[in-house]
């Protein structure tokens, strides 16, 4: 297939990369939106009944307005909402074709992507590109035994299908602890593993109380400063200081936190800190080490991923665009 020529190419079609297209559309650039999965992929692949830990207008993005029943937004409305951006900016989103690779040559870049249908190749050109990947396609891995059986997972759905199992939580974020609640709710019967003292200072402010109380009745169990080894079909081992412990479990959430793609951001030439795993970029026009790619939202942030939300990441595509009108001819 003959190469399409755009002026930039962005990556990643989260609310982030929409905002970037949004700013592009505004100031007369063209360009694609390249996304491996559907629209907003790691917003549909939040647990169906997830509300939001911010108000509406903070995920605004393009002037238009978030419209919810309650105080925040759950998932299904943000999913609404953007689909009706792009469908209002008529924002050329090409979904389900991953990107394989982007190099620069010359004053372009060359961008080679695989339909992920039909395992089609596409070649693009553009002279400036936006990487906007996100994170949560992520996951951070524990690097034990099992942790790849059918039964362990690192996302959180429902609760339904896990009602009188044995479920274990491994982590103790707001992912962790509301996926406990839910299950808790949905009647399974819960253990919550965490390797820290206490669960995360930074749950949400209705989660954290609620969890404590479930733990202190004893409707959770919880095993805290306590470390998983290994996981097995029927059990998840674990180490609490010198004592060994035995979980029983029909399932396992590994709900240990998600990571941005730095082996892609590397593929690209950009220069990642080895322990910030940060980017080098200017802060101000998000400009990396590459001349002519950017790299906005969640995965400027490196290790640090719980700084960059929606909330400020919508607004890297107007320092994007600001940065373009200086060098685009």
Known sequence: MEDTGVDVVVIGAGPTGLACAIELTRAGYTHVVLEKGCLVN?????????????TPELL??????????????????ALKYYRRVAETFDLPVHQYEKVKSLTRRGDTFDIT?????????????????????GYYDNPNLMGIPGEDLPH????????HPFHRREVVVIGAGN??????????????????VH???????SLKYWVGPDLA???????????????????????VRARKGNEAVDIP??????????????????SMGIHVDPLSLKPALDPDTLETNVPGLYVAGVAIAGVENNKVFIENGRFHGKQVVGALRKTLA
């Open 42 to 54: 790691s917003l549909f692949h939040f647990p169906p009944t997830m509300v939001y830990f911010t």
């Open 60 to 77: 605004e993005i393009g002037d238009l307005p978030l419209v919810c029943l309650g105080e925040k937004p759950t998932r299904l409305e």
């Open 113 to 133: 992507t695989e339909l992920v249908e039909t395992g089609e190749t596409r070649r693009y050109r553009s002279r400036a590109a936006i990487v906007a990947t």
């Open 152 to 159: 362990v997972s690192h996302y959180y759905t429902e609760s």
């Open 175 to 192: 992912s962790a602890a509301e996926a406990a609640l839910d299950l808790f709710r949905g009647g399974a019967r819960v253990t919550l």
């Open 195 to 201: 390797r820290g003292s206490a669960p995360s200072p």
């Open 213 to 235: 109380n479930r733990i202190k009745a004893g409707e959770i169990r919880a095993f805290f400063e306590t470390t998983v080894t290994e996981i097995t079909p029927r059990a």
């Open 249 to 266: 479990c029909d399932f396992v959430f590994a709900l240990t936190g998600y990571h941005t793609d730095t082996e892609l951001l590397r």
